[in-house]
């Protein structure tokens, strides 16, 4: 597959996820009432609407890498920030696997933001800067499959009666 085509389908996935996310957030509104679970589903919306716009910029001009350098870096600022915030609001609660490990999104937004801002370390790996983001961005996908997987069938732990 060719990096255009990969991009174009991530993005397009991405998008669609984005948009099921909506269907899932309007059949929950008790989640708007609450701030925590409102930022977790936040995260969710961010975790497949930051991966579909770094891909929707990779296709714009293969031939201007400042592009998608740009997109990449500003993407990965703002998603690694938004993960910080949402790690700490997972703290009080039992998580899964891969809530536990939310971290590791900050991580990969790392290192995608070092690729934006020193593309040629992609090539200590045998790979051009763009296939290198592909790989990060696909385990941001895996890991917010999971997250989301969780948050949905996490049961809300009803108020105490003081």
């Given at each position: 597959m060719s990096l255009a085509d990969f991009y174009s389908l991530m993005a397009v996935t991405c998008f669609t996820l984005v948009?099921?996310?909506?269907?899932?957030?309007?059949?929950?509104?008790e989640w708007k009432g609450d701030p925590?679970?409102?930022?977790?589903?936040?995260?969710v919306y961010l975790s497949f609407l930051l991966p579909g716009l770094m891909?929707?910029?990779?296709?714009?001009?293969?031939?201007?890498?400042?592009?998608?350098?740009?997109?990449?870096?500003?993407?990965?600022?703002i998603g690694g920030i938004a993960t910080v915030r949402l790690v700490s609001i997972d703290r009080n609660v039992i998580r899964g696997p891969f809530r536990r490990?939310?971290?590791?999104?900050v991580v990969l937004y790392g290192l995608i933001l070092v690729l934006a801002v020193a593309p040629a370390l992609a090539q200590l790996l045998g790979l051009t800067p763009l296939q290198a983001a592909s790989i990060g961005l696909i385990l941001l996908i895996v890991l917010?499959?999971?997250?989301?997987?969780?948050?949905m069938m996490e049961t809300p732990i009803a108020p105490k009666d003081v």
């Open positions: 948009g099921l996310w909506w269907t899932v957030v309007e059949r929950h509104p925590s679970r409102r930022s977790l589903a936040g995260g891909s929707t910029f990779a296709q714009v001009d293969a031939g201007n890498p400042l592009i998608w350098r740009i997109s990449f870096g500003l993407a990965a600022v490990f939310r971290w590791l999104v917010a499959h999971g997250i989301t997987w969780e948050f």
